[in-house]
């Protein structure tokens, strides 16, 4: 049996030392070990991009990493998304374009289209097309996902 | 005044929760349980000789290895086929657990139980399984040749048969008309598999006190898992509950129940009495739910100058996989739906449901209808070529008119009920679908080529589904309904049409769908049904319970009912808005209570209030409390439309192929929500060009599904989608009170068919086979 | 699908990645980007004994552009190279490297390490004359780190495999600096956007003073054990890119391919893109080489 690791990662803010065997996924570590369950897991081998999130600020897939490999990192999931006045402009976007149905792929878009918007505020309709492409969804095909990141951009310059 | 909600494209009222990470899916509850996974057939087809799991023992962290020898009796039956048919005259479903022979590869032969999924797989991977390869037989053609069988009791591995005729108006059949018509074509097309593939697998947690079993479930339906998980463990109904939580998409695949692990691991929770929890991964989900689409078919079509079908015969092999635990559902939609918004002269179609060594094969968003369609509308694209006419003019030629419903198609639909359209008009769709994709105006050029596809869908199939509305003394309506959510909204839509019949504002209105211990009586979210099953149940219930609010606030108004309205959870008399008592009071003094426990209680209690000493304080029939139940049981299935357009552009040199416009018109009756109806039509057609053009389930001739990953079945990501342009006709139902119909499966039914007839014009090369790749547009240019 | 168990290590320095490969031998596995790597340790595909984490070695992070060429550490994520846009074949390649998402982890010296026959940089690489360093630990009891320089026709020896020898560490990549009025371009296709190629090609172009072809050369993706690099620059025969006999280069290219069928597309269709693109992509190089 492989060794437990003593790591720290600061996610939504907040610090957390937590003990994983070397092979544990991140995404299940941010989900079973400290319960923050809205990043999602559906496929485990990268492509459908449920599970990104953002390490220092940067989307990646928590499926594709090792929580030992992001000890000391900062961490930012769904959960963190919002501000201290409510949902965040990309959330509030998705709620106003009718961008998620059942929802399960929708924390990985939230983290993708934030970081997105935080590197290009005023994407191109080629720009977001190409943002949004490593993430699958079941359910609406997209074209309300794509209203919701022009959407987004809107509001975040409005209140900016 | 009251606020209309129904018909407004109101916020969804899900999204605040699942757009925070609070949304509760399967693998996010129990996070104390045990976890299942499971050894399965790395073999096709094969005689399981011996399992040796000495290896395992050792593995840290080990609960419990169960095989099919450890399963009591009723455990280890088979699973219940759910539907049967006489035509299925040799129906055969899985055991939970391989018995002697596994038939395809991943059907589960081994539960391992440990304390973490980790530890589970790494017990999976040293349990040593001895198989004696059996041949395999893969592909129906092979199949039905009957070499070598699935199943050793099923000759020529034909599981159902079913010609179904419908002769002319003059009594002559369509082997006969297609003789002597004065025009005939016959062809082959081929459909190959596919399968829904939500983002979120399937799921199962169960919880037993002792007494008790409590099953959460990543299904389409909890009442149905409910009855057969009670019926498989011997346990009383009462004492099991079964919930689904939210579901990350199901698309039909969830619909199938029991689903081997849905008995299993609630079995297992009891024996072990600790919470278990199996959370399917993507490979599982490629190789151990279900498939769909596989169909090859035969069509014979004699038709006149005009185009007008005389006579149609298709003859389908239906690819049903291992089993058939969800019965011929699906070539039986093919075979019906086929008809489309076309009267045809005579028509007969015969199908055999064909065992494979593959995954079993159940209904996927359309259930059926994108086969179907795909033949009636290459079929009428046939007969434009052969004719040389515009292709919509051949079809305009067959349509149903708009004064011909209710019209009789003289068949028997999948719900055993008479296929009878209750209404539409398609030569207006027809015309408005033109219009928004310029068909009149199309230039043709080389490589850029523009087609149609059209398609009537049964939806609403009953039996029923029931509803049930409670107003509490805080004035808040809190509805129930048996059925399931998978992203419909139904905690929307149901509460826009409590909010509309009761005049409440929607935030007072909470809704609570797929859990038994709300509402025990339910069929399941399938078949484009819920919002006119349960929708209507809902409004059905409503009305009870309005009417009793205003019986109740007519006695303490003084007033007459019939003078009464409700605004704004209000009741009032009309015109005079200070003769009022709001829901919360009415609510109130519907329930004489013994005890006083809060103000609004003290109210209501038996010694206050105005109730006369002669009567019981509950009137004989009445109950206490402003709550009502209702049901929704249509006689039959009401029948949505649709029509799709599409602009396609093929590379000349690569033979990419690129969808650069797609239209669709549709009719699903009065809208509940506009925007969630676009959605669902957006998503349907996303997965429609997913179908066309990017998805597939490849077996190779030893039964190997090659492409089990989201590296190579190809699901398609934005980049892939064209924006789609809609339009609504809105033909109301004369069968339901709300006049709706249903539009989960719309989107997806007539893609394959729009995409083949646009890649056939801009190719001139004829379209018979769907999906098609680039490499596939390469071989056929020769 | 979660990964086998294993021993995992973080080393804080190159020493001491390379004293735990010493020690690991075959059971020992790099992890950099992990987007190639932690897909197959899920599926269990991939079951070392030991996994390095290199992901602490800072040192191995750089992106060094000279005039004779970039050095890549085996640290620098697709992303960053992008964006550091040193060399400007890497850029156009990186574009078709998978999706941002997993360009903001994966590793370009990973990526060639992983060797796959439809990825972009291996191709890339091969088409430059680049070279990959390997380092491992001396042997003997010093400290000492040897380094050896595989060239890229040697590097890639096979489907998913390289020269990389256990105890290796592939520390950085060289990418050859382009010569004067050269130009380049990448032309691909894939079933989806973001996926591996069906069939791809990167092509290098170089001008003479007449703007002429003097040399032309294209590395080829998806239609072979191994990147192919054809040299069609006698095919070209000097002359400018509008008069060249675009079919006898394709030709010459397809000569060289040596395509599969799979489950996405034909061994002949393969075969007829790698030519089709081929000569898309070097008419685009002597565009952007004309400037």
Same mark, same amino acid.
């Given at each position: 049996?492989?060794?437990e690791?003593?790591i720290?990662l ?11 065997p ?12 400290l ?7 559906g ?13 220092d600020g ?5 499926c ?7 000890d ?5 999931t769904?959960?963190?998304?919002a501000?201290?006045d409510g949902?965040s ?5 998705f709620?106003d ?6 929802g ?9 289209v934030t970081?997105?918007l935080?590197?290009?505020p005023?994407?191109?309709?080629e ?8 993430n699958l ?6 074209q ?7 959407r ?8 900016s | ?9 109101v916020?969804?009222?899900?999204d605040?929760r699942l757009?925070?990470?609070q949304g509760r ?5 129990g996070?104390?349980?045990?976890a299942?996974?499971f ?18 023992l050792?593995v840290?962290?080990l609960i419990a290895?169960y095989?099919?020898e450890?399963?009591?009796?009723r455990v280890g039956?088979?699973?219940?086929l759910?539907?049967?048919?006489p ?12 018995k002697e022979?596994?038939?395809?590869v991943?059907e589960?032969v081994?539960m391992v139980v440990a ?15 001895d ?6 037989v893969v592909?129906?053609e092979?199949a039905?040749q009957?070499g070598?069988?699935?199943?050793e009791d099923?000759p020529g591995?034909?599981g159902a ?13 369509a082997?006969?008309?297609i003789?002597?018509?004065p ?6 097309l ?14 199962v ?6 007494s008790d079993?409590?099953?959460?479930s990543s299904t ?5 898992v409910?009855?057969?998980v009670?019926a498989a463990l011997?346990l009383?109904l009462t004492?099991?509950e079964?919930i ?5 998409g ?5 619909i ?13 929770a009891?024996l ?6 199996w ?6 989900h490629?190789v151990s739910?279900a ?13 006149d100058?005009?185009?007008?079908v005389?006579?149609?015969d298709v003859?389908?092999l239906?690819?049903?996989g ?13 075979s019906t ?11 007969r179609?015969?199908f055999?449901?064909v ?11 359309g259930?059926?209808?994108p086969?179907?369609v795909?033949?009636?509308e ?10 040389g006419k ?14 011909e419903?209710?019209?009789?198609q003289?068949?028997?639909?999948q719900d055993g ?7 539409g008009?398609?030569?207006e ?6 219009e ?10 080389p490589?850029?080529g ?8 049964g939806t ?6 029931g509803?049930?509305v409670?107003v509490?003394?805080?004035? *808040? #309506?809190h %509805?129930? @309904? $048996?059925?399931?959510?998978?992203g ?5 839509? !149901? +509460?826009q049409? /409590? &909010?509309?019949e009761?005049?409440?504002p929607i935030? *007072? #209105?909470? %809704?609570? @769908? $797929?859990?038994t ?8 979210t !399938? +078949?484009?049904? /819920? &919002?006119?099953m349960?929708?209507n149940a809902?409004?059905?219930?409503c009305?009870?319970?309005r009417e009793k609010a ?8 003084? +007033?007459?009912p019939a003078?009464l309205?409700?605004t704004?959870g ?5 015109g ?8 919360s009071?009415?609510a109130?003094?519907s329930?004489?209570?013994r005890?006083?426990?809060?103000d ?5 209690t038996q010694?206050a ?11 004989e029939?009445d109950?206490?409390g402003?709550?009502?139940r ?6 039959r ?16 040199l690569t033979?990419?192929i690129?969808?650069?416009?797609y ?8 809208l509940?929500?506009?925007?969630i109806?676009e959605?669902?039509i957006?998503?349907g057609?996303?997965?429609g060009?997913?179908?066309a053009l990017?998805?597939?389930?490849v077996?190779?001739?030893h039964?190997?599904?090659?492409n089990?990953?989201?590296?190579d ?12 342009e ?8 004369p069968?339901n009170?709300?006049?709706i119909?249903g ?6 039914i007539?893609v394959s068919?729009?995409i ?5 014009d801009a190719?001139g090369?004829?379209?018979d ?6 490499s596939e547009?390469?071989?056929?240019r020769g | 699908?979660?990964?086998p168990?294993f ?6 320095d190159l ?8 020690g690991a ?23 070392p ?16 552009a ?10 620098a994520?697709?992303a960053e ?13 990186l574009?078709?490297v ?5 360009r903001n982890?994966?590793?370009?010296v990973?990526?060639?390490v ?8 291996p191709?890339v690489?091969?088409v430059?004359?680049?070279s990959?360093r390997?380092?491992r ?8 780190v ?6 890229a026709?040697?590097?890639f020896t096979?489907?998913m ?5 256990p105890?290796e560490?592939a ?7 382009l010569?004067?009025?050269t130009?380049?371009?990448?032309r691909?296709?894939a079933r ?13 172009v170089t001008?003479?003073e007449?703007?002429?072809?003097s ?14 690099v054809?040299d069609?620059t006698?095919?070209?025969e000097?002359?400018p ?6 079919p006898?280069v394709a030709?010459?290219?397809r000569?060289?391919?040596?395509p599969?069928?799979?489950v996405?597309?034909s061994?002949a269709?393969?075969l ?6 081929a000569e ?5 190089a ?5 400037g």
């Amino acid at each position: 049996m492989s060794r437990e690791h003593e790591i720290t990662l600061t996610v939504n803010g907040a610090a957390h030392r937590v003990r994983v065997p070397g092979r544990r996924l991140l995404s299940d570590c941010l989900r079973h070990d400290l319960g923050l369950t809205g990043t999602h897991v559906g496929c485990e081998h990268g492509v459908c991009g449920c599970c990104t999130v953002l390490l220092d600020g940067r989307p990646v897939r928590s499926c594709l990493m090792l929580a030992a490999t992001a000890d000391g990192h900062e961490i930012t999931t769904v959960e963190g998304l919002a501000g201290p006045d409510g949902m965040s402009p990309v959330q509030r976007a998705f709620a106003d374009c009718h961008a998620l149905q059942c929802g399960f792929c929708t924390p990985g878009f939230l983290c993708t289209v934030t970081a997105l918007l935080e590197e290009n505020p005023e994407p191109t309709d080629e720009e977001v097309l190409e943002g949004i492409s490593g993430n699958l969804c079941r359910c609406t095909g997209y074209q309300n996902i794509v209203k919701a990141v022009r959407r987004a951009a809107e509001l975040k310059a409005e209140e900016s | 005044m009251t606020t209309r909600l129904f018909g407004e494209p109101v916020r969804r009222r899900e999204d605040p929760r699942l757009l925070t990470g609070q949304g509760r899916y399967l693998d996010d509850l129990g996070s104390g349980a045990a976890a299942a996974a499971f050894v399965r057939s790395p073999h096709a087809h094969a005689r399981v000789r011996d399992i040796d799991v000495t290896a395992a023992l050792d593995v840290d962290g080990l609960i419990a290895i169960y095989t099919w020898e450890d399963l009591p009796e009723r455990v280890g039956r088979p699973l219940p086929l759910l539907i049967p048919h006489p035509a299925l005259t040799h129906g055969r479903t899985a055991h939970p657990l391989a018995k002697e022979v596994v038939r395809h590869v991943g059907e589960p032969v081994v539960m391992v139980v440990a304390a973490d999924r980790y530890l589970a797989e790494d017990a999976c991977a040293l349990i040593e399984v001895d198989y004696e390869p059996l041949k395999p037989v893969v592909g129906v053609e092979d199949a039905v040749q009957g070499g070598h069988l699935v199943h050793e009791d099923v000759p020529g591995n034909i599981g159902a048969r079913l010609v179904q005729e419908v002769p002319s108006a003059a009594g002559l059949g369509a082997e006969e008309l297609i003789d002597s018509a004065p025009h005939t074509l016959s062809f082959r097309l081929d459909i190959e598999r596919s399968a829904a593939t939500p983002l979120e697998g399937r799921g199962v947690y169960a919880r037993w006190d002792g007494s008790d079993l409590r099953v959460y479930s990543s299904t389409q339906t909890s009442t149905s898992v409910r009855m057969a998980v009670a019926a498989a463990l011997g346990l009383p109904l009462t004492n099991v509950e079964v919930i689904a939580p939210d579901v990350g998409g199901g698309f039909g695949v969830k619909i199938v129940h029991p689903w081997p692990e849905e008995i299993l691991v609630p079995w297992a929770a009891m024996l072990l009495g600790r919470e278990i929890k199996w959370t399917e991964d993507r490979r599982e989900h490629f190789v151990s739910s279900a498939h769909e689409r596989g169909q090859v078919q035969h069509v014979r079509v004699g038709f006149d100058d005009e185009g007008r079908v005389l006579g149609l015969d298709v003859r389908i092999l239906h690819d049903h996989g291992a089993y058939t635990p969800y019965g011929i559902i699906v070539p039986i939609v093919t075979s019906t739906q086929l008809l489309g918004p076309y009267k045809l002269g005579a028509y007969r179609v015969e199908f055999s449901s064909v065992y494979t060594n593959t995954v079993q094969v159940t209904p996927y968003r359309g259930a059926g209808r994108p086969q179907g369609v795909f033949c009636m509308e290459r079929t009428m694209d046939k007969i434009a070529r052969y004719l040389g006419k515009d292709r919509t003019d051949v079809r305009a030629a067959n349509f149903i008119q708009p004064d011909e419903f209710p019209y009789d198609q003289r068949m028997t639909f999948q719900d055993g009920r008479p296929l009878i359209y209750d209404s539409g008009n398609y030569p207006e769709m027809l015309r408005l679908l033109k219009e928004l994709i310029g068909w009149d105006d199309f230039e043709p050029a080389p490589n850029r080529g523009i087609g149609v596809g059209c398609y009537v869908e049964g939806t609403g199939v009953g039996p029923y589904e029931g509803g049930h509305v409670q107003v509490t003394s805080d004035g *808040r #309506v809190h %509805v129930s @309904t $048996g059925l399931t959510s998978q992203g419909q909204g139904h905690q929307t839509v !149901f +509460a826009q049409i /409590a &909010a509309t019949e009761l005049g409440v504002p929607i935030e *007072r #209105v909470s %809704v609570v @769908t $797929g859990d038994t211990r709300r509402f025990g009586y339910a069929v399941g979210t !399938f +078949a484009s049904r /819920a &919002a006119v099953m349960s929708g209507n149940a809902i409004a059905l219930a409503c009305r009870k319970v309005r009417e009793k609010a205003l019986r109740i606030a007519a006695d303490a108004l003084e +007033a007459n009912p019939a003078d009464l309205e409700i605004t704004d959870g209000v009741v009032h008399v009309v015109g005079d808005p200070t003769a009022a008592v709001p829901l919360s009071t009415v609510a109130v003094l519907s329930n004489p209570l013994r005890y006083a426990f809060d103000d609004e209680a003290a109210k209501a209690t038996q010694f206050a209030g105005a109730s006369s000493p002669d009567r019981p304080p509950v009137a004989e029939g009445d109950e206490p409390g402003l709550e009502g139940r209702d049901y929704y049981s249509p006689i039959r299935s009401t029948f949505a439309a649709g029509m799709h357009a599409a602009v396609v552009e093929t590379d000349p040199l690569t033979a990419e192929i690129k969808v650069v416009r797609y239209a669709v018109v549709h009719d699903c009756g009065r809208l509940i929500n506009p925007m969630i109806v676009e959605g669902q039509i957006h998503g349907g057609v996303a997965q429609g060009v997913g179908g066309a053009l990017y998805e597939r389930m490849v077996y190779d001739p030893h039964g190997q599904l090659v492409n089990a990953s989201f590296m190579d079945f190809l699901m398609p990501y934005a980049t892939e989608i064209p924006h789609i342009e809609t339009g609504h006709l809105e033909t109301p139902s004369p069968l339901n009170p709300l006049g709706i119909k249903g539009a989960g499966e719309a989107g997806v039914i007539p893609v394959s068919a729009v995409i083949a007839s646009a890649i056939e014009d801009a190719e001139g090369i004829e379209i018979d086979r769907m999906p098609i790749s680039p490499s596939e547009l390469f071989d056929l240019r020769g | 699908m979660k990964p086998p168990p294993f021993e995992y290590h973080a080393p804080r320095d190159l020493g001491e990645a390379l004293d735990i490969l010493a020690g690991a031998g075959a059971g020992g596995k790099v992890l950099a980007g992990g987007q190639s790597l932690i897909p197959m340790l899920n599926m269990r595909i991939a079951a070392p004994d030991h996994l390095v984490d290199i992901n602490r070695l800072g040192e191995l992070s750089s992106i060094d552009a000279g005039p004779g060429g970039v050095t890549v550490g085996a640290l620098a994520r697709h992303a960053e190279v992008e964006r550091a846009a040193p060399h400007p074949l890497m850029v156009q390649a990186l574009r078709l490297v998978a999706h941002p998402v997993i360009r903001n982890r994966g590793t370009v010296v990973g990526s060639l390490v992983h060797a796959d026959p439809s990825a972009e940089l291996p191709a890339v690489l091969a088409v430059l004359d680049g070279s990959v360093r390997l380092a491992r630990r001396a042997d003997g009891p010093a400290d000492g780190v040897v380094t050896r320089d595989v060239p890229a026709g040697a590097f890639f020896t096979g489907p998913m495999d390289s020269a990389a020898e256990p105890g290796e560490l592939a520390v950085s990549a060289f990418f050859p600096a382009l010569p004067p009025r050269t130009g380049t371009a990448f032309r691909e296709v894939a079933r989806r956007h973001g996926d591996y190629a069906l069939a791809g090609v990167c092509a290098v172009v170089t001008l003479d003073e007449d703007l002429h072809i003097s040399a032309a050369r294209v590395g080829c993706v998806g239609v072979g054990p191994v990147p192919a690099v054809v040299d069609v620059t006698e095919a070209c025969e000097r002359r400018p890119a509008a008069t060249v006999a675009w079919p006898r280069v394709a030709a010459a290219v397809r000569e060289r391919a040596e395509p599969d069928g799979d489950v996405h597309a034909s061994a002949a269709y393969r075969l007829h893109l790698v030519g089709v693109l081929a000569e898309q992509a070097l008419k685009d190089a002597a565009r952007e080489a004309a400037g």
